[in-house]
């Protein structure tokens, strides 16, 4: 496998082959991130074709307060991993390398999908998502790029801006690996004492019973969604949101979608000391 850190060297080395079946990261990779290469190694278009993961900790989706400095840098180690998944090449830019000159252009997805959820929590956090995203597959030129479910919202709004760019990619969402608990697998997990680890997954058990509620119409949802919050408040969470939508574009569902059969969502982040955790479940 080789790594790469340059743009030049990525573009030369790519061009001889074709159809790139990529995988974005900041790195810090666990079992999640490994099964989006398996996944990618699955939807490549030929044998051949390369499987590219992408290590860059994108500083235009952090807020100030955020974890950026403290993300952890694990790249010998994800190499390692990498390499055993069957990635093929892992493009590993420094910030001078993808952000040569501040990023002044930059993509400003829809608020009606951006500014709501994470967005309302994280503002700017999508712009920098998709700023970073949409450069990434410039250098790449992939023909299959795989994300991980747990992040849906933004697996949604790379979705549609990869439609709306007209961009000759095919987005494959990837669904979400869990632990033996039930956790949802995320670098951040990382961040948990002891305590808190075993305490994360409740925040998977709350979304649950509010799945299981959801499409019964006895109470309201608004009830609902308030009693999620109120049960993980009183574990000593600060919860953001826990919330059903509908899974087509992120907004609440009318009572006749909620109490047939629409496809929907429920969603939740939550804090747990100083660590923020998102989960998400279909139904
Ligand atoms: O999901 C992530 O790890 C990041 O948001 C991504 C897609 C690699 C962009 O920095």
């Not at 860059?56 to 950026?68: S, T």
């Not at 790029?145 to 801006?161: C, R, W």
């Not at 059969?261 to 939740?268: D, E, I, N, Y």
Request: aromatic residues 6%; negative net charge; hydrophobic residues 45%.
């Amino acid at each position: 496998m080789q790594v790469i850190r340059s743009l030049r060297e990525l573009r030369a080395t790519l061009d001889a082959r074709s159809a790139a079946a990529f995988v974005p990261t900041m790195g810090n990779l666990h079992e999640g991130h490994l099964s989006l290469v398996h996944e990618a190694v699955q939807r490549r278009a030929a044998p051949d074709s390369p499987v590219v993961a992408s290590i860059f900790v994108n500083r235009l989706q952090f807020l100030p307060h955020e974890d950026f400095d403290r993300y952890p840098r694990t790249l010998a180690r994800d190499v390692e991993l990498l390499a055993s998944a069957g990635c093929d090449l892992v493009f590993a830019p420094d910030e001078r390398e993808l952000y040569p000159e501040p990023q002044v252009y930059k993509v400003q997805p829809p608020a009606a999908l951006a500014d709501i959820l994470e967005g309302e929590f994280r503002p700017g956090f999508f712009t920098g998502v998709c700023t970073v995203v949409l450069k990434l597959f410039h250098c790449v030129q992939p023909a299959v790029a795989v994300f991980g479910k747990k992040d849906y919202q933004q697996l949604q709004v790379i979705e549609a801006m990869t439609r709306q760019f007209a961009l000759p990619i095919q987005i494959v969402g990837h669904d979400t690996v869990r632990a033996g608990d039930g956790l949802a697998l995320s670098s951040r997990n990382g961040y948990l004492s002891a305590e808190e680890r075993s305490e994360a997954v409740a925040l998977q058990q709350v979304l649950h019973r509010l799945a299981d509620a959801a499409r019964d119409p006895g109470r309201s949802l608004a009830q609902r969604e308030a009693q999620a919050a109120a049960d993980l408040r009183q574990r000593g969470w600060a919860p953001d949101y826990l919330t059903l939508r509908r899974r087509s574009d992120l907004l609440a569902p009318t009572d006749n979608e909620r109490c047939g059969s629409a496809p929907l969502v429920v969603l939740g982040a939550a804090r747990l000391g100083s660590t923020r955790l998102i989960d998400n479940l279909e139904l």
